[in-house]
Structure formats: C-alpha cells, structure tokens
C-alpha cells in the first residue's frame, strides 16, 4: 500500500509562483510513473504533469508547458511540482498520484492506483 501526501498549495495572484510537494509513504515497489493532476469544482478530474519514478522522463499537460515544472528527490521519497506563472485558471485542487502501469497516461485516471488527498491552489487575477 502507498500513502501520498500533498504539500504546498495555497492562495497568489495571477503570475506568482508556488512549489507543490508530495511525499510518499508506504510499500513503493513496482511504481513506475508518478504525476500530478487537478480538479476544479464541476471539472473533470485532468493530467497536470507526470515522471518515472527514479528517472527523468516526463510529460505535461499542453496547458501548463513552459509554466509547470515536476522533479522527484528519490532519498527524500518526494515529488514536486514548481509551479510558475500561474493563471486563475489554474485555479484547483491538485492531487498526486501513483501508478504502476508505465507510461500511464494523463488522460486516463482509471490507470492510476493511488491518490492523495489534495492541496488547494487559487490564483486571483
């Protein structure tokens, strides 16, 4: 089993920066990708950014390329999201998320075993 706690969001204006951290907990063995998604209220839950465990493969989201940046500190068991730019429209909860599957895709949530509990991030214009 794996526990993920999200970190880090909180309330900027329109162009600030935030940091997002997602610590990890539990048995991690045989998780390949991990990523990072939000939900805005009556949205759809959608793929934000994701990367290997252990490696340096990522993908994004066309919306937040250029703006969002994910990395992984593997002693630390934590993933990140820098967060730059941001927009009003990014406005949402943002949740980690962890996923056996290799290659799991942004747009398939079903593919994605384990979830945190979210941290909220408003951008005001």
């Known amino acids: 089993q794996v526990q993920l706690v999200e970190s880090g969001g909180g309330s900027v204006q329109a162009g600030g920066s935030l940091r997002l951290s997602c610590a990890v907990f539990?048995?991690?063995?045989?998780?390949?990708?991990m990523g990072w998604f939000r939900q805005a209220p009556g949205k759809e839950r959608e793929g934000v950014a994701a990367i290997v465990t252990g490696g340096e493969i990522t993908d994004y989201a066309d919306s937040v390329k250029g703006r969002f940046t994910i990395s992984q500190d593997t002693v630390k068991y934590t993933m990140y999201l820098q967060m730059n730019s941001l927009k009003p429209e990014d406005t949402a909860m943002y949740y980690c998320?962890?996923?056996?599957?290799?290659?799991?895709?942004?747009?398939?949530?079903?593919?994605?075993?384990?979830w945190g509990q979210g941290t909220q991030v408003t951008v005001s214009s």
């Open positions: 998320a962890a996923a056996y599957r290799y290659g799991a895709s942004l747009s398939r949530v079903g593919e994605w075993n384990y």
């Open positions: 539990g048995y991690t063995d045989g998780i390949n990708y």
